[in-house]
């Protein structure tokens, strides 16, 4: 088995192949550096931050964009509007204006709850275009997305962990799945995506974090702390758990029940209630 480990994404990254082509693991993390470099706000020169700057105007985007753009809007649909990428605005409001290592900037009114995600930003081919006072940050629905597509690459028996979003994909070493911490125990994962959400590890002390909830505008202030989720791609594992995590330890387990292959939701502090993991 070939391994390679790197920083990317804002977090720490692992690829792994069973009998991969020469060179095949640096390829792909050449391709998720190129990747990040695209898609981070946090570059006036890439690709998302030149989509935001034309606000008004269709952009010209590249195949890669186009297919993530896409995906969040499926994303919206199916979390009833609970992942919702046109965040950009009310992240600089509560003081996520820039790279979080370099601490907070200045804090200003939330903007309200967001409009529907189809009326601020729109896809067709090769363009897309944002509506004027809208801005999209992709975050972690980007990192699932990317996940997918890198275990297509790395071949069909490997495993992408990209700064905590995973794809396993084929039986793993032992031909049972590839082993991954999830719920404070090991699952064994095939053909799989894991993903978690929380709102303690992006936040600067006691202050506000970066999850934010559309509904209001406002960092999510809900009863859950963390939620991690198994789906069937990593892309979905990343939606399901935001959408879990701003639900509520109440409502998510039945929202969960027909979408995800097992869960565990950790409560807020001081919230009632225990840690509640469920794997079929």
Sequence with gaps: ?????????????????????????????????????????????????????????????????????????????????????????????????????????????????LPPLPALLEVRPAAARVTAGAAVDLGGIAKGWLADRLVERLGPNSLANLAGDFYARGPGTTGEGWPVGFGGTTVLLRDLGAATSGVTKRRWGAGPHHLIDPRTGRPAAGDLSEVSVLARSGADAEVYAKAALLLGAAAAPAWLAPRSLGWDLVPAEGAAGTRSVTRS
């Design 1 to 113: 088995m070939d391994e390679l480990h790197f920083a990317a994404l804002g977090g720490d990254c692992e690829l792994f192949a069973v009998d991969a082509e020469p060179g095949r693991l640096r390829e792909a993390e050449t391709w998720i550096h190129r990747m990040h470099d695209r898609l981070t706000r946090f570059d006036a020169a890439s690709e998302l931050s030149r989509l935001n700057a034309a606000a008004g105007r269709w952009e010209p985007v590249s195949a890669e964009l186009e297919a993530l753009l896409r995906r969040a809007l499926a994303a919206w649909e199916e979390s009833g509007g609970l992942v919702h990428v046109a965040v950009l605005p009310a992240l600089v409001a509560a003081g996520y204006g820039g790279d979080f290592d370099l601490g907070p900037t200045p804090v200003a009114a939330p903007p309200g709850p």
